[in-house]
């Protein structure tokens, strides 16, 4: 009888017996390693009364609230792979960096995933009880979120709905080519794109959720007092206000700091817009009930309204979330991929001649068809993403305990995930500076199999972002018709982000569109 055992001691420091008989393996492990404390976990320093405020504070501080990336770097090269950090006294945070770390996150997220963010915006539901049930999905946790969450991804979750918007989509993204083009000076400049594109996802918002033409590129929609305008400065305006309310001393739960009183006009605003479509567009079904085509296609917000499992307050709380979450975070992650494009020539040419293989011509609508084609497409997308997120990564409340990077890490704890700073490291990506589509592409030489883990830019599990999928559409569509119609240039230095909460392109986009054609 042929045996053969094999001991060996892993990093940890137990005994990992593997047992070899007639082709059958059998792993004996000890578990005689005891997870570390929970205090023991290294971080930053955190004083009496302000915690570690003070390696934030301007001039005098190692970090920066606006560049949670450069901090989450330094942390992990002084610190490791798990850091823990108490920026408000008595509210430790953990920072993990792993793959393997943040998969163990997921694990212990629960059956309703929480997270501890947008605080000071569920307070401003919450004090008009008249308008909001709730926070909204943002912040909201448990059942009351799941209760939401459940009726409100039934439409924009589904693939089908998703794909009945690309008529208008297509041709509100032409409508924004032409803007391109007609704002074109002699050296074939478009200037700072992002506020264009803030407009074209704007208008998007209104067609695909509200049914409704905001008019966004109209000469009248352009001054700084127009709807479009306000509602654009509104969403900047709550978002950038975010992390300092969530993370600072919150001292907006007594009194209206500066800050808040930012953020509840902000939010009084799109609030007040929102009531007035949402109101609009019940009459509009009272008008038409029984009247409408087998054609028709509802809106979002028709299907919303038409759900028996939501109520008024609840729709309107979703029609502000969804302009609130869709203006900045599409803009800025187009801006970025566009930025890579330019700076990347090879990629440039990959994806135009895509584009030509799919559209015929210029002014060709981009189908379901198309977009299930656009391998190469997706790959610039997700790369984009693995080196400009959306956001520095993913926060959650610990549901249950957990070992993370071989310390207890007790249930209740706020762990944040460091997806933006590990998405950049030589460890889980070869050459993790250099824009390569490639790398997603089976096939390709430049392809690598990556953890799941470390590139997730809506999120993960149930608590994934509600719109992914109508968000990805939009940008596929909007970069197959950029690159088939124009060569896209660069004017200005090395891009880099701001942290806003959402990730901000940190200079004017200065790209330039030339017409192939």
């Not at 993790?432 to 993960?460: C, I, M, N, Q």
Request: net charge positive; with cysteine.
């Amino acid at each position: 009888m042929l045996s053969m055992y094999i001991m060996r001691m892993d990093k940890f420091s137990n005994f990992r017996i593997t047992c070899i008989r007639f082709n059958t393996c059998i792993r004996l492990e000890s578990t005689s390693v005891k997870p570390k404390n929970f205090c023991d976990i290294p971080g930053p320093r955190s004083l009496p009364l302000v915690g570690t405020l003070w390696k934030y504070a301007p001039m005098i501080g190692e970090y920066e609230f606006t560049r949670l990336h450069w901090n989450g770097l330094r942390k992990y090269q002084k610190y490791g792979q798990i850091v823990r950090e108490e920026i408000v006294p008595g509210v430790p945070i953990v920072w993990v960096f792993s793959p393997e770390d943040i998969g163990r996150v997921f694990k212990a997220e629960g059956r309703y995933p929480e997270r501890r963010s947008h605080l000071a915006l569920a307070k401003c539901r919450q004090d008009k009880p008249e308008v909001f049930n709730t926070g909204g999905l943002l912040p909201t946790n448990g059942p009351e979120w799941w209760r939401l969450r459940s009726a409100f991804q039934r439409e924009i979750s589904k693939v089908q709905c998703v794909r009945g918007y690309l008529p208008t989509t297509n041709t509100v993204i032409s409508e924004f080519l032409e803007e391109l083009k007609s704002n074109e000076s002699s050296n074939k400049t478009a200037g700072d794109v992002l506020p264009k594109l803030s407009r074209l996802f704007l208008e998007l918002i209104g067609v695909v959720a509200f049914d409704i033409r905001l008019e966004s590129f109209s000469e009248s929609e352009k001054s700084p007092m127009s709807k479009s305008s306000k509602l654009i400065e509104a969403a900047h305006s709550i978002n950038s206000s975010i992390l300092s309310t969530d993370n600072g001393l919150q001292m907006w739960k007594w009194f209206d700091t500066p800050l808040f009183r930012k953020l509840k006009k902000a939010h009084s605003y799109m609030e007040q817009i929102a009531v007035q479509l949402v109101l609009q567009k019940m009459e509009l079904m009272k008008e038409c009930a029984n009247k409408c085509s087998p054609e028709h296609h509802p809106s979002l917000l028709e299907a919303y309204l038409s759900s028996p499992d939501i109520d008024y307050k609840d729709v309107i709380g979703m029609a502000v979330d969804m302009i609130l979450a869709g203006i900045d975070t599409t803009s800025n992650s187009v801006s970025f991929a566009l930025y890579h494009l330019a700076k990347n020539p090879h990629a440039q040419m990959k994806l135009h001649e895509e584009s030509c293989k799919l559209l015929s011509r210029v002014d060709c609508l981009v189908t379901a068809e198309m977009l299930s084609e656009a391998q190469y497409t997706k790959a610039v997308i997700k790369e984009s993403f693995r080196l400009n997120p959306i956001s520095v990564g993913i926060g959650r409340i610990l549901a249950q305990d957990a070992v993370l990077s071989g310390y207890n890490v007790p249930k209740g704890t706020v762990v944040v995930t460091q997806n933006q700073v590990s998405c950049r490291l030589a460890r889980y990506f070869e050459s993790p500076h250099d824009f390569l589509p490639e790398r997603w592409l089976k096939g390709e030489e430049a392809h690598k199999p990556a953890s799941p883990y470390l590139v997730l830019p809506f999120g993960h599990g149930p608590r994934t972002c509600i719109a992914r999928r109508l968000a990805e559409q939009n940008m596929q569509v909007l970069l197959l018709k950029v690159a088939r119609r124009y060569k896209i240039g660069w004017e200005g230095g090395m891009l880099d982000a701001v942290s806003l909460l959402i990730n901000k392109p940190d200079q004017p986009v200065l790209l330039t569109f030339q017409d192939r054609h």
